[in-house]
């Protein structure tokens, strides 16, 4: 199980920090994402990162989202400026990783960031 959290209450234009952390070191040879969900709409991946650190980003996040790992502290980042109360949302982590072909996934319990004045 993945704990996420770094979530609350931001203004518009601020910034906020999520943390997404690893209970074993399985995160070093994951691919691990940032998805996150608003009220009515379907969940949707904001930024991923994998092992050897390529990234992908969101259209509706690229110049404001940055997503990096630490591999030491088994956790994932999610930098967050320029905030937008479009991005208010539920975000979740996630973890993907193969081993003898058989496939993990591990998804973190949420954390809600509400983006208003």
């Known amino acids: 199980q993945l704990q996420a959290y770094g979530g609350g209450l931001v203004q518009p234009g601020g910034s906020a920090r999520l943390s997404c952390a690893a209970p074993g070191s399985f995160f070093s040879f994951s691919t691990v994402g940032w998805y996150r969900q608003a009220p009515g709409k379907q969940r949707e991946l904001v930024a991923s990162?994998?092992?050897?650190?390529?990234?992908n980003y969101a259209d509706s996040v690229k110049g404001r989202f940055t997503i990096s790992r630490d591999n030491a502290k088994n956790t994932v980042y999610l930098q967050m400026n320029s905030l937008k109360p479009e991005d208010t949302a539920v975000y979740y982590c996630?973890?993907?990783?193969?081993?003898?072909?058989?496939?993990?996934?591990?998804w973190g319990q949420g954390t809600q960031v509400t983006v208003s004045s």
């Open positions: 990162i994998t092992s050897g650190g390529s990234l």
């Open positions: 996630n973890a993907v990783f193969f081993r003898l072909e058989v496939r993990y996934d591990y």
